[in-house]
């Protein structure tokens, strides 16, 4: 947050890690999963005239963020799979912001194909919000 919008300097390699960490899980704490949830949330915020162009990738690793929190069955406590369900929803809904409603348009068809309540519950935060 101290750099603000000369974060998009970093862009490219801030986005590679960001990715990088999504992808797998840390243990049953989640520690740097939830971290890297808030770093990229704080990205989008102050780097978010950058973010349309970024929206394929970053939407599809937090739509797999969120089926693989639902769908693993280790050793994660329930509040912590709330929590990293939570953020990336958040996320998603900064997104929607800043790519001036294209998100919830490309969720429409996810959101009433999704069976799962806990990734459509996520789904349905992002498509109510304003």
């Known amino acids: 947050s ?8 970093h862009l490219k390699r801030l986005e590679r890690v960001i990715l990088g960490y999504l992808e797998v899980s840390d243990g049953p704490e989640e520690e740097a999963r939830l971290g890297i949830l808030e770093t ?14 970024r929206l394929p990738v970053l939407l599809k690793a937090l ?3 969120l089926w693989d929190v639902h ?10 799979r ?8 958040q996320c998603l809904i900064l997104l929607d912001h800043c790519c001036h409603g ?5 969720l429409a068809g996810v959101h009433s194909s999704c069976e ?3 990734v459509r519950e996520c789904l ?3 498509q109510e919000s304003t």
């Open 40 to 53: 990229l949330q704080c990205t989008i915020e102050h780097a978010w005239p950058r973010m349309p162009c």
């Open 124 to 126: 349905r935060k992002v």
């Open 116 to 118: 799962e309540n806990q």
């Open 102 to 106: 294209q998100v919830k348009v490309l």
């Open 82 to 89: 709330a929590a990293l369900l939570h953020r990336a929803t």
């Open 2 to 9: 101290r750099l603000g919008i000369l974060i998009v300097r």
């Open 71 to 80: 769908t693993e069955r280790g050793p994660t406590p329930e509040p912590v």
């Open 63 to 65: 739509l797999r963020l």
